[in-house]
């Protein structure tokens, strides 16, 4: 079982298959119907991307509220969270590589969480995310981490259904889509409650659509085990 102290140790979660099945179908309808070209975003998006606005689909709001989910994302916030924006990327092909980075958390460390949903097989042939597990809270007295050096990163690979969730502060980036497959995702947001204010003074410029009021309670973690690879 992954218990609270695990997951906190880590950094993230794996969930696989944690999209119920006969979702994925539509999700992927969805995130192809919702395609909207860069320059019509507010602020522009990366040109190696696919980036799909969807984030009033009934279906995508259901899914980022799926209860082994939301409690992932409340045993890392640690207190009431909301949900910030969720949108679709998809790396084309030749593109999508990322330097390992930390999105950073705002306020206080662990304050912001993000969830990847793959909507599509994954792994390093189209691009897949790599992590560095544990990497979130740098000891004391602990260098600066070199964010050229990739010797303690995990590439990921797995199946269409599966969540990575994790903490912001996590080092992690995406990578190279050598073969030009299909890797489409949802990238979903949840902030602790008393970020809310900051969100919404930028959420136009991020192309967030959805109401963001609606706020979840953490509760207890007890998963089964997922493994990582």
């Known amino acids: 079982m992954i218990d609270r102290d695990h997951l906190h140790q880590n950094g993230y979660a794996l969930l696989r298959g944690a999209v119920p099945p006969g979702w994925l179908d539509a999700l992927r309808h969805t995130f192809d119907t919702h ?78 969480v993000t969830a990847l949903v793959y909507l599509d097989d994954y792994g390093p042939g189209n691009g897949a995310t790599r992590i560095v597990p544990a990497s979130h809270r740098p000891q004391p007295g602990e260098p600066a981490f070199d964010f050229a050096d990739e010797s303690g990163a995990l590439q990921l690979n797995g199946r269409a259904g599966d969540m990575l969730v994790f903490d912001v502060d996590l080092v992690h980036g995406g990578s190279l889509n050598i073969d030009g497959g299909r890797r489409r995702t949802l990238l979903v947001g949840y902030f602790a409650e008393g970020l809310h204010a900051m969100h919404q003074r930028t959420a136009k410029l991020r192309g967030v659509r959805m109401n963001t009021c609606e706020r979840f309670e953490p509760g207890i973690l007890v998963l089964p085990a997922a493994h990582s690879g």
């Open 35 to 112: 395609y909207l070209p860069s320059d019509q975003w507010p602020a522009p998006r990366g040109p190696d991307w696919r980036h799909s606005q969807l984030d009033h689909d009934p279906t995508v709001q259901a899914l980022c509220r799926l209860p082994a989910l939301l409690e992932v994302v409340g045993a890392l916030i640690g207190e009431r969270f909301f949900l910030a924006q969720v949108e679709g990327r998809e790396p084309l092909a030749g593109g999508g590589h990322q330097q390992l980075h930390r999105d950073l958390s705002v306020e206080r460390p662990g304050d912001s």
